[in-house]
């Protein structure tokens, strides 16, 4: 079992900066992909970013603004959100791929224009 802790998200203005972190435990032996996603209110779970292996993917709206990484010394997978929008505003949530699916319980980001 995976266990999943996120934290970093704030109140920013339009144009500022967060960096999230996603801290996992458990049996995360061999877990190689990793996600952010995102739920903006009334809308659904949506992807922001992804890394499988070596293999990094980005939404269009925040390629170019959002970096994920990962630190595998800290067992972390963390999200720099730079030039934040209103519309980057929701609650965002680390997630592993299965067999090791598992879901933090998010950590809010509010841009204010």
């Known amino acids: 079992q995976v266990q999943l802790v996120e934290s970093g998200g704030g109140l920013v203005q339009t144009g500022g900066a967060l960096r999230l972190s996603c801290v996992a435990s458990?049996?995360?032996?061999?877990?190689?992909?990793m996600a952010w996603y995102r739920q903006a209110p009334g809308k659904q779970r949506e992807l922001v970013a992804n890394?499988?292996?070596?293999?990094?993917k980005y939404i269009d709206p925040v390629a170019g603004r959002f970096v994920i990484s990962r630190d595998n010394a800290k067992k972390a997978l963390n999200l720099q959100l730079n030039d934040l929008k209103p519309e980057d505003t929701g609650v965002y949530y680390c997630?592993?791929?299965?067999?090791?699916?598992?879901w933090g319980q998010g950590t809010q980001v509010t841009v204010s224009s």
């Open positions: 997630h592993t791929y299965p067999p090791y699916k598992s």
């Open positions: 890394m499988i292996g070596n293999n990094i």
């Open positions: 458990g049996n995360i032996d061999g877990i190689d992909a």
